[in-house]
């Protein structure tokens, strides 16, 4: 399980956006997105590299990201 700290989730738009960017670089996994804490939980992936690979993509989608 890989769990990621995201800002700028503020709305139900967002919440799609980063769902559907998380699972575009981790096909199959389940992704769940708390916008009040902004903790991004991805189940089904794992690693420090995939992490980062996830967080990279949210950065580049506008939603800066540490693992
Ligand atoms: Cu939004």
Redesign the pocket.
Known sequence: MIELKVS????????R?VTRVVERKAPGATVQVDRATGIVTIEGADGAAKAGEIATALTAAGYDAAA
Do not use: E, K, R
């Open positions: 700028g989730i503020t709305c139900d738009g967002c919440v956006t």
